[in-house]
């Protein structure tokens, strides 16, 4: 019987492993759909990158270096956009000059707005407001860049001509002082982190800080530095993984509140001083005193938090960063012969150092400075992937379609270094792993775009002449006119960058004051990494820090240089004297 038994046994489990291996199927299925969904579904028409994996998608393979990783499959596989899955996001990525221009400037209107991200828009800012960069796209965020774009207008720029004159000098006064009179090799980003801050505190709240040492400032600095890492996709999986934001003791959380209350408390801080300002009658006018006076009463206070937040987070990393990676190259032997040729036109341009002093912030006048601010600001590119862009309304993209409510990611550091891709893009190609089609294989500035070379912003170097602006009409591979954009660092169309024309200015001011008394040189023991991508330090962080390195300044001629800060000294002394 008990062998009956075992026969009968047997028979059942002989039918039952077929519905067994039927189910178990059934649910691998099943879990692999769930795994590799995503908000958006799979975009027909469009590559998507291989080897993505389940709950991650391609968070893993993008490494630290987002930017560079897209820009390398871009070059590897020749498909300038194409589709990844972050998490359960899905995302468009645009790589180069081209296609970015297309999606930024022909479809802006389509690309308007800001997804939401848990960790910056749900933890960091759910006290203060976003900042106008990362709002959602809303009457609120249009009132706001409204009133930005005003503030920080080529009209508006003549009110704070008195600042450029101020904070302009006050770096060139430190670096001379810090460096022992040019004796002691020194590290400018310091002094250019405060030149861009005190920008932003003196429109936001009428203060500013007049050394590096300042424990508000530094304050400023790390939890600014710290939030930029934080909100970075390669330190934030829980931004596109839901289930990592309920892990207990989560890290990520904890530091992001953390940073909350020291930004709540520096903020307020700032508040209070511009409060006290006002009931005491000191006449330091800035955007916050003018709300406090009623004189604005088209801004919330969370819209002035906002506004104020955004003034004073949005640049201090940038133009630092930009400038100091700037003297960088310009330290270099190649760079040097760069500062030769500006220090040339400077004097071409004003009849003494003196008069180039007095009048370098009131107007972009030096063309071969202004070429090498455009070659810096496009060679190294601060935010190497803009802020990601969410469509409004669906895409028509070389026959895919591109579905409302999309992620876009714009990758600005193969924008600005990439090739142009002029041949008709081919969607019915069956993956990635395929030949890939033939496309035209120019980069769109060039052969020296791996290279710091302002040239390409001048039409001859004797002297050195700008290129003309270019006509509407004219393709976008007319060498002999200026790029449209000259570069998308500062992003493009409906959300570019409200800050572009106020950031060239002050790097004006401080480039023509630096090299008009100074010539640098790069440390034999500590030079500068001039490589667009490995000049970066913080590969993760959504700002680059440049690697630390040193320079030595040179005077060129002492006793024109004493004159000229004395002069400055006397023209600045009574201003923000309560700051």
């Not at 221009?101 to 690309?111: F, G, P, Y």
């Not at 709240?205 to 710290?226: H, N, P």
């Not at 020296?448 to 009409?473: K, V």
């Not at 002999?480 to 002050?506: D, E, K």
Request: proline share 7%; aromatic share 8%.
């Amino acid at each position: 019987m008990g062998f009956a038994m075992g026969e009968l046994v047997l028979d059942n489990l002989s039918y039952s492993w077929p519905l067994f291996a039927v189910i178990s199927l059934a649910l691998l299925l099943v879990l692999h759909k769930v795994s590799t969904s995503t908000d958006v579904p799979y975009i027909l028409g469009l590559p998507e990158i291989p080897g993505g994996l389940p709950i991650v998608g391609h968070l893993k393979s993008l490494g630290d270096d987002h930017a560079t990783v897209c820009e390398r499959w871009w070059r590897k596989y020749d498909f300038p956009t194409f589709q990844i899955r972050l998490g359960r996001t899905r995302a468009i990525v645009v790589n180069s000059f081209d296609d970015a221009s297309r999606m930024l400037i022909k479809h802006q209107s389509a690309t308007v707005d800001r997804p939401m991200l848990y960790t910056f828009h749900n933890l960091i800012s759910s006290t203060q407001g976003f900042t106008i960069g990362t709002s959602p796209w809303s009457d609120s965020c249009k009132k706001k860049r409204t009133t930005v774009g005003k503030l920080l207008s080529r009209p508006s720029i003549k009110a704070y001509l008195p600042m450029f004159d101020l904070e302009s000098y006050c770096v060139i006064r430190d670096l001379f002082h810090d460096s022992k009179r040019g004796t002691v090799e020194i590290y400018p980003r310091p002094y250019f982190q405060r030149y861009s801050l005190n920008t932003g505190l003196t429109l936001c709240y009428g203060v500013r800080m007049d050394t590096i040492a300042d424990d508000l400032l530094k304050e400023i600095q790390d939890v600014g530095t710290e939030i930029e890492l934080l909100r970075s996709a390669s330190e934030n999986f829980q931004d596109y993984v839901p289930l990592l934001r309920w892990l207990p003791n989560n890290a990520k959380k904890k530091r992001a509140k953390e940073l909350r209350g020291r930004r709540d408390g520096y903020l307020e801080q700032l508040m209070s001083r511009t409060r006290d300002m006002v009931e005491k009658g000191i006449d330091n006018s800035c955007v916050a005193s003018a709300i406090y006076k009623e004189k604005e009463d088209k801004l919330t206070e969370v819209e002035l938090n906002s506004v104020c937040l955004s003034l004073i987070s949005g640049g201090f990393s940038t133009l630092a960063g930009t400038l100091t990676s700037c003297i960088g190259s310009l330290s270099t032997s190649e760079g040097q012969k760069w500062q030769d040729r500006a220090f040339e036109d400077i004097k071409r341009h004003y009849p003494s150092i003196e008069n180039a002093w007095a009048e370098c912030f009131k107007e972009d006048r030096v063309s071969c400075i202004n070429a090498i601010i455009h070659e810096a600001t496009r060679y190294y590119t601060i935010s190497a992937m803009n802020l990601p862009r969410k469509t409004v309304t669906d895409i028509n993209w070389n026959g895919a379609r591109i579905p409302a409510k999309t992620m876009v990611l714009v990758n600005l550091q193969a924008a600005n270094h990439g090739k142009s891709s002029d041949l008709p893009f081919f969607p019915s190609l069956p993956s990635l792993t395929s030949s890939p089609p033939i496309f035209a294989d120019v980069d769109y500035f060039g052969p020296t775009a791996p290279h710091f070379d302002p040239s390409r912003y001048l039409s001859s170097l004797t002297p050195p002449s700008p290129l003309p602006p270019r006509p509407p009409s004219s393709p976008s591979t007319t060498t002999s006119a200026l790029p449209n954009p000259l570069h998308f660092s500062f992003g493009a169309g409906s959300r570019a960058c409200s800050g572009q024309i106020i950031a060239h200015r002050l790097m004006h001011a401080a480039l023509v004051r630096l090299l008009s008394v100074f010539r640098i040189e790069a440390s034999e023991s500590q030079p500068p990494t001039t490589d667009y991508v490995e000049y970066n330090s913080a590969k993760s962080s959504l700002v680059a820090i440049p690697r630390p390195f040193r320079v030595r300044l040179v005077v060129r001629d002492e006793t024109v240089l004493e004159r000229c800060l004395g002069e400055a000294r006397k023209r600045t002394r009574e201003l923000y004297a309560e700051g």
